[in-house]
């Protein structure tokens, strides 16, 4: 062939946690087991979650399936998904973990994927979510809902001021 052709590498993105090993944060899950302890401690665990990396799970789903003359099925396909749960009261959580082994506890067939907490939060508005819920499993369940997900998902940033938690939105926002 002659004349120029299009360049067609591919570059893929480097991945944003690439020393992962799928372990829990130390310091997360000891704000996650004070807060168990302490309910009052939820500012802390908040803004311990809001700096960590989460891991969302994907499950596969079934899609469509074609039957031979016998009534057999030959031909499936799956599709991957996030996970969300409906909670007793109608509202939908997005599912996340702190580490593989707690995510195996939920599911072990579960593929985890990597992500920061505002990129979690953003994908639960996204999905219609009410909330982010952090080990559903154990030891330590943590739900992020409301202000505190929609601050989350916007980058926001929470401080402490006069012995209270505020959020502090960037400049120019």
């Given at each position: 062939?002659?004349?120029?052709?299009?360049?067609?590498?591919?570059?893929?993105?480097?991945?944003?946690f690439?020393d992962?090993?799928?372990?829990?944060?130390?310091?997360?899950?000891?704000?996650?087991?004070?807060?168990?302890?302490?309910?009052?401690?939820?500012?802390?665990a908040?803004?311990?979650?809001?700096?960590?990396?989460?891991?969302?799970?994907?499950?596969?789903?079934?899609?469509?399936?074609?039957?031979?003359?016998?009534?057999?099925?030959?031909?499936?396909?799956?599709?991957?998904?996030?996970?969300?749960?409906?909670?007793?009261?109608?509202?939908?959580?997005?599912?996340?973990?702190?580490?593989?082994?707690?995510?195996?506890?939920?599911?072990?067939?579960?593929?985890?994927?990597?992500?920061?907490?505002?990129?979690?939060?953003?994908?639960?508005?996204?999905?219609?979510?009410?909330?982010?819920l952090?080990?559903?499993?154990?030891?330590?369940?943590?739900?992020?809902?409301?202000?505190?997900?929609?601050?989350?998902?916007?980058?926001?940033?929470?401080?402490?001021?006069?012995?209270?938690?505020?959020?502090?939105?960037?400049?120019?926002?």
């Amino acid at each position: 062939m002659s004349g120029s052709q299009p360049n067609l590498e591919r570059i893929l993105a480097a991945p944003a946690f690439p020393d992962d090993t799928g372990d829990a944060d130390p310091g997360v899950m000891a704000a996650l087991a004070a807060h168990d302890g302490d309910p009052t401690s939820y500012p802390l665990a908040l803004r311990a979650l809001q700096a960590s990396r989460l891991l969302a799970p994907v499950v596969a789903l079934l899609g469509e399936v074609e039957y031979d003359e016998h009534g057999l099925a030959h031909d499936k396909t799956s599709d991957m998904a996030a996970v969300l749960l409906t909670g007793r009261d109608g509202r939908l959580a997005l599912l996340t973990f702190t580490s593989l082994e707690t995510m195996r506890r939920w599911n072990p067939e579960a593929r985890p994927v990597p992500v920061a907490t505002q990129l979690a939060a953003q994908s639960a508005l996204q999905n219609d979510a009410a909330a982010l819920l952090v080990d559903v499993a154990g030891p330590h369940s943590f739900v992020i809902e409301g202000d505190d997900l929609q601050a989350v998902a916007r980058g926001w940033t929470l401080a402490g001021v006069g012995g209270r938690a505020a959020w502090i939105r960037p400049a120019g926002e």
